[in-house]
């Protein structure tokens, strides 16, 4: 979504990490302090979530596919959106990350891996790509203790091998990505929910990557 001068400039921002990090978070506080609206990802009403973390092989490609299914919407409903956006996770991590570390592990099939990714071509390159992509970024024993705060029971059995492994793919991630800026943020030192300084830390570099007033 660029600029269109007939109307008003219009920005697509999407932030993008790992499980904790703090993504649906910062996409609500984004969204109130800039007046945009938020896209969150959809984990609650995932149905096969629940079953993906108690046997993640059997489970994988299903709760993939609903993944990339919802995250396809979602984009279909923010290109549609007559103003700014602010999308809580990409479509690009499902693929290139979680789908990804489900076949390097085993979890997810050659076969179902391949299909999945054959689905992820076909419409990724018809999708624009944000203005602006938030990499928020934390240690393992950071986004262990969140996960562990915030209490999903569907969550519990997340591992820390997995969390790491994860981490590990996202760095490669972001060290290859090339379809839009992206911006950085260690939010191992910051508490941007309850403090308004943190929070003001973020939107400041927000406001500098997109030249907003």
Known sequence: MKSNQERFPQYFVAVAGNIGVGKSSLTELLARELSWEPFIEPHAD?????DFY?????????SQVFFLSRRLQHHRQLIDFPGSVVQ???VYEDAEIFAANLCRQRQ????DFATYCDLYDGVCAFLPPPDLVIYLKASVGALAERINQRGRFYERQISIDYLSQLNELYEEWVANWSRCPI???NTDPLDFVHRPKDLQYVLDQVRTYLTLP
């Open 46 to 50: 995932n149905p096969y979530l629940a």
């Open 88 to 90: 809580d996770r990409t």
């Open 108 to 111: 997810m099939s050659q076969r």
């Open 54 to 62: 108690t046997d993640m092989q059997r489970w994988s490609f299903h």
């Open 183 to 185: 911006m950085v943020v």
